[in-house]
């Protein structure tokens, strides 16, 4: 069937005068699980098949079927869509690519039955029991993506690759008040990646949290000196600046970035990373979704920005090569250019040492969700909890505390950046499209704007 679609590509490329056409079949098998305060929410098991394709002159065709019988109609209609575009524009073509390209895990998802996914469940949600938690849930998913890959070139790419996630919440209640805590485990590989979880530890973990951040009290506002954990050094680097060096928003002049390629953004000291190349993470793979290569990219090196995320249109629009960042969140979806694996490179600092430096300042912990203007190069993250840090030392706790500032300032105000690397927070990034990542750091002090959230 592929190289019949194919063969069917080539005449009709001709026919509508295409220059550029690539072809993705892909099967996605899937489980999910939920649970929510011992009661089962969620069990299903789906397989879905699909086909998209792309065609390119001067500007893009696109068309997607969840019928592999309507594939030629697809191939048509992206053909014709093509033809009509009036957007005048490039695309990187390269060296046609043969390779199967295969992420294993220890224990693939298939052959594990899925009693003994619903067992990690339900010992999830007991997990989490105890005084005050009001509500408790538990969220189990896992996928299996097999892909073929082909464009007029002559690439043929077969992909497969496994996720798993595994998350955890707890709410605790006490005199008209609630607060919320959680953990989420994954990566790509087999069922060996959450099954390894201590999930009483963790459980006991975040439950306890939720109860301490019922006791916790509110932010002070202002500038202050800011000791960020690995995990929101890793959604601050992901949002603030991730985004800002993804290179559509650098073409389309809304990035902060545009132009500042070979400058000094940042501190000496300063190294980010996205690398889909990771072992076992959860925004790996070894192709993207436009058949290039996957590898690591180093978007500041030494405080200076070293390079762009690109796709083939960007990389061709900005004279530079792509590095294997458009990804698709599935064959009904154009290849956008999209973050990986995004990371601080650890420094030489203890995460003890950094406490010590702050005089009058705050230790802020996980990520609560936030925006970003990369246009404007303003942020605001909230934060899962937070230390008050006086004279050295770690005092009161606090809650619903939010980050804010110039991205550009707080890159340039960084003192210290620890050793201590984790890349170990997995989740979804939305741009229209939602797909894999994830993203870390070492602790890194810095200074910015605090205040309480909404």
Same mark, same amino acid.
């Given at each position: 069937?592929?190289?019949?679609?194919?063969?069917?590509?080539?005449?009709?490329?001709?026919?509508?005068?295409?220059?550029?056409?690539?072809?993705?079949?892909?099967?996605?098998?899937?489980?999910?699980?939920?649970?929510?305060?011992?009661?089962?929410?969620?069990?299903?098991?789906?397989?879905?098949?699909?086909?998209?394709?792309?065609?390119?002159?001067?500007?893009?065709?696109?068309?997607?079927?969840?019928?592999?019988?309507?594939? !030629?109609?697809?191939?048509?209609?992206?053909? $014709?869509?093509?033809? &009509?575009? /009036? %957007? @005048? *524009?490039?695309?990187?073509?390269?060296?046609?690519?043969?390779?199967?390209?295969?992420?294993?895990?220890?224990?693939?998802?298939?052959?594990?039955?899925?009693?003994?996914?619903?067992?990690?469940?339900?010992?999830?949600?007991?997990?989490?029991?105890?005084?005050?938690?009001?509500?408790?849930?538990?969220?189990?998913?896992?996928?299996?993506?097999?892909?073929?890959?082909?464009?007029?070139?002559?690439?043929?790419?077969?992909?497969?690759?496994?996720?798993?996630?595994?998350?955890?919440?707890?709410?605790?209640?006490?005199?008209?008040?609630?607060?919320?805590?959680?953990?989420?485990?994954?990566?790509?590989?087999?069922?060996?990646?959450?099954?390894?979880?201590?999930?009483? !530890?963790?459980?006991?973990?975040?439950?306890? $949290?939720?109860?301490? &951040?019922? /006791? %916790? @009290? *509110?932010?002070?506002?202002?500038?202050?000196?800011?000791?960020?954990?690995?995990?929101?050094?890793?959604?601050?680097?992901?949002?603030?600046?991730?985004?800002?060096?993804?290179?559509?928003?650098?073409?389309?002049?809304?990035?902060?970035?545009?132009?500042?390629?070979?400058?000094?953004?940042?501190?000496?000291?300063?190294?980010?990373?996205?690398?889909?190349?990771?072992?076992?993470?959860?925004?790996?793979?070894?192709?993207?979704?436009?058949?290039?290569?996957?590898?690591?990219?180093?978007?500041?090196?030494?405080?200076?920005?070293?390079?762009?995320?690109?796709?083939?249109?960007?990389?061709?629009?900005?004279?530079?090569?792509?590095?294997?960042?458009?990804?698709?969140?599935?064959?009904?979806?154009?290849?956008?250019?999209?973050?990986?694996?995004?990371?601080?490179?650890?420094?030489?600092?203890?995460?003890?040492?950094?406490?010590?430096?702050?005089?009058?300042?705050?230790?802020?912990?996980?990520?609560?969700?936030?925006?970003?203007?990369?246009?404007?190069?303003?942020?605001?993250?909230?934060?899962?909890?937070?230390?008050?840090?006086?004279?050295?030392?770690?005092?009161?706790?606090?809650?619903?505390?939010?980050?804010?500032?110039?991205?550009?300032?707080?890159?340039?105000?960084?003192?210290?950046?620890?050793?201590?690397?984790?890349?170990?927070?997995?989740?979804?990034?939305?741009?229209?499209?939602?797909?894999?990542?994830?993203?870390?750091?070492?602790?890194?002090?810095?200074?910015?704007?605090?205040?309480?959230?909404?």
């Amino acid at each position: 069937m592929e190289e019949s679609v194919f063969r069917t590509a080539e005449r009709l490329a001709e026919k509508y005068g295409v220059k550029y056409f690539e072809i993705r079949i892909s099967k996605v098998s899937a489980t999910s699980l939920s649970m929510q305060n011992g009661q089962l929410e969620e069990l299903s098991s789906n397989m879905e098949e699909g086909i998209g394709v792309r065609a390119f002159r001067g500007g893009w065709g696109f068309s997607s079927a969840n019928d592999l019988g309507r594939a !030629e109609k697809v191939v048509e209609t992206a053909m $014709k869509i093509a033809r &009509l575009s /009036k %957007a @005048s *524009s490039s695309v990187y073509l390269g060296d046609p690519i043969t390779d199967n390209a295969v992420i294993q895990g220890e224990r693939p998802f298939e052959d594990v039955d899925i009693s003994e996914k619903l067992a990690l469940l339900r010992e999830a949600d007991s997990s989490l029991d105890g005084e005050g938690i009001i509500n408790r849930k538990a969220f189990y998913g896992d996928g299996v993506k097999e892909q073929l890959y082909m464009n007029s070139l002559g690439s043929r790419i077969r992909t497969v690759v496994p996720r798993v996630r595994l998350m955890i919440s707890a709410t605790a209640a006490s005199s008209g008040e609630m607060q919320q805590y959680w953990k989420v485990f994954g990566g790509t590989g087999g069922f060996e990646l959450v099954d390894a979880v201590d999930l009483n !530890e963790w459980g006991s973990i975040v439950s306890g $949290k939720a109860r301490e &951040l019922l /006791k %916790a @009290s *509110s932010p002070p506002s202002g500038e202050f000196d800011v000791v960020m954990d690995p995990e929101l050094t890793g959604v601050f680097i992901h949002e603030a600046l991730g985004h800002a060096a993804e290179a559509d928003s650098v073409k389309n002049g809304e990035s902060i970035l545009a132009g500042k390629l070979g400058e000094r953004i940042a501190v000496d000291e300063l190294t980010v990373v996205d690398d889909p190349t990771l072992p076992g993470k959860f925004g790996s793979y070894i192709y993207d979704d436009e058949g290039i290569r996957a590898r690591r990219v180093e978007i500041v090196k030494n405080g200076i920005l070293n390079e762009y995320l690109t796709d083939r249109e960007t990389a061709a629009l900005l004279d530079l090569e792509p590095n294997g960042h458009g990804r698709a969140q599935s064959y009904a979806h154009q290849p956008l250019v999209r973050m990986s694996n995004t990371y601080v490179e650890p420094g030489t600092w203890e995460a003890q040492e950094m406490i010590e430096e702050v005089k009058n300042g705050l230790y802020m912990i996980g990520d609560k969700g936030g925006e970003v203007d990369v246009a404007s190069g303003t942020f605001t993250f909230g934060a899962r909890e937070g230390y008050i840090i006086e004279n050295g030392e770690i005092k009161g706790h606090v809650r619903d505390v939010a980050l804010s500032g110039q991205i550009l300032d707080v890159l340039k105000n960084i003192r210290a950046i620890g050793r201590d690397l984790q890349v170990s927070f997995p989740g979804y990034c939305g741009k229209g499209q939602w797909v894999p990542v994830d993203d870390g750091g070492p602790h890194v002090l810095t200074r910015a704007i605090v205040g309480g959230l909404r």
